[in-house]
T-cell receptor, first 113, second 115 residues
């Protein structure tokens, strides 16, 4: 069965430091992978996605992620975070044919001044 | 502006009192879906709809109903709410699975408390 794992429920980091949020997926078929961000009191919005092609994907607000098929990972990175990046981040996977997204449990990123 | 609109934003009700959460999208999307978000559990799909009059169960459909009589609207109905349905609910839509513009558009959420 398809699943998405985000091992870190909370990640505190100082402003201007780099950050990596981890995501692993399991699927026996090809997947599409996504990172969504949820700012306080808002809905989710797409940060970036991997459908095919280049394994390094760049998204909005300076975030990027790398699809690693051998390690079944899709970790999210940013070289220098800002206070405004404080939010909850969700990794999601979807396979063609199921029309269904599977979300991870989320990682709360807290950027400290 | 392209958007998914949910109402109400906050709702407090009592056990057993039927309620409906509305969802509307203005992007002519075929696919619409409802999720609930609970701490430590992430987002779980309740129901989804591939098109008008086509709906199917997600992972946690018990206690919920949906209908899709028009393309733009996808209401979530709780016939007899119970305290374990206290949660944050999101409606989402998307155009067509797998095209290069693939992404879900989310509403702002409905925080439901069932006493």
């Amino acid at each position: 069965a398809q699943s998405v794992t985000q091992l870190d429920s909370q990640v505190p980091v100082f402003e201007e430091a780099p950050v990596e949020l981890r995501c692993n997926y399991s699927s026996s078929v090809s997947v599409y992978l996504f990172w969504y961000v949820q700012y306080p009191n808002q809905g989710l919005q797409l940060l970036l996605k991997y459908l095919s092609g280049s394994t390094l994907v760049k998204g909005i607000n300076g975030f990027e992620a790398e699809f690693n098929k051998s390690q079944t990972s899709f970790h999210l990175r940013k070289p220098s975070v800002h206070i405004s990046d404080t939010a909850e981040y969700f990794c999601a996977a979807a396979t063609s044919g199921t029309y269904k997204y599977i979300f991870g449990t989320g990682t709360r990123l807290k950027v400290l001044a | 502006e392209a958007q998914v609109t949910q109402n109400p934003r906050y709702l407090i009700t009592v056990t057993g009192k039927k309620l409906t959460v509305t969802c509307s999208q203005n992007m002519n999307h075929e696919y619409m879906s409802w999720y609930r978000q609970d701490p430590g559990l992430g987002l779980r799909q309740i129901y989804y709809s591939m098109n008008v009059e086509v709906t199917d169960k997600g992972d946690v459909p018990e206690g919920y109903k949906v209908s899709r009589k028009e393309k733009r609207n996808f209401p979530l109905i709780l016939e007899s709410p119970s305290p374990n349905q206290t949660s944050l609910y999101f409606c989402a839509s998307r155009r067509k699975f797998g095209d290069n513009d693939e992404k879900l558009f989310f509403g702002s959420g409905t925080q439901l408390s069932v006493l």
